[in-house]
T-cell receptor, first 110, second 113 residues
Framework: QKEVEQDPGPLSVPEGAIVSLNCTYS??????FMWYRQYSRKGPELLMY????GNKEDGRFTAQVDKSSKYISLFIRDSQPSDSATYLC??????????FGQGTTLQVKP | GAVVSQHPSWVICKSGTSVKIECRSL??????MFWYRQFPKQSLMLMAT?????????EQGVEKDKFLINHASLTLSTLTVTSAHPEDSSFYIC?????????FGPGTRLTVT
């Protein structure tokens, strides 16, 4: 079993839809949770960063962490074609290393 | 925001030669940088952790003599792929740590012919 599980998709939605992306993990020691967006042939871009359980909102993006269920989510409201990318969840272990999910490919159709 | 650059962005080299990739944190100092490798349609695979002023820590299965890492200053880490072979062709990405956050460079595409 991988430490971090993420459905690779692809996920296709119409423009304006609410997108829900999720990851589960097995290591209860994870404290920091990140979401990265990666466009093709580019480096990942940090979108959201959350410490421990709770919600965090930034514009159209909301990150949720439920440590009791070992489940994290990223919601994108009013999705745009420019949101089409691969979304990677990542968790930091106690050595400072990031453990990534497989990434979910999202396509937002105009 | 925190910016990380990589150079070159794309390199083609012949089998048997060595290639050096630079990773720089432009507007912050990073005592720790990371090097990743990414194959098409796959997630990032951590190769090594680079600490300023000390030896890099390599992940299991990564050949330290083949992938030489030098973190000579708080803003620069280099990855040298020695005696490159076609199977080393990949997308190499570095990141720099700022607090609990990691910021990634744009990546370097290496093609070994």
């Amino acid at each position: 079993q991988k430490e971090v599980e993420q459905d690779p998709g692809p996920l296709s939605v119409p423009e304006g839809a609410i997108v829900s992306l999720n990851c589960t993990y097995s290591n209860s020691a994870f404290q920091y949770f990140m979401w990265y967006r990666q466009y093709s042939r580019k480096g990942p871009e940090l979108l959201m960063y959350t410490y421990s359980s709770g919600n965090k909102e930034d514009g159209r993006f909301t990150a949720q962490v439920d440590k009791s269920s070992k489940y994290i989510s990223l919601f994108i409201r009013d999705s745009q074609p420019s949101d089409s990318a691969t979304y990677l969840c990542a968790m930091m272990d106690n050595t400072g290393k990031l453990i990534f999910g497989q990434g979910t490919t999202l396509q937002v159709k105009p | 925001g925190a910016v990380v650059s990589q150079h070159p962005s794309w390199v083609i080299c012949k089998s048997g030669t060595s290639v050096k990739i630079e990773c720089r944190s432009l507007d912050f100092q990073a005592t720790t940088m990371f090097w990743y490798r990414q194959f098409p349609k796959q997630s990032l695979m951590l190769m090594a952790t680079s600490n300023e002023g000390s030896k890099a820590t390599y992940e299991q299965g990564v050949e330290k003599d083949k992938f030489l890492i030098n973190h000579a200053s708080l803003t620069l880490s280099t990855l040298t792929v020695t005696s490159a072979h076609p199977e080393d062709s990949s997308f190499y990405i570095c990141s720099a740590r700022l607090g609990a956050e990691q910021y990634f460079g744009p990546g370097t595409r290496l093609t070994v012919t």
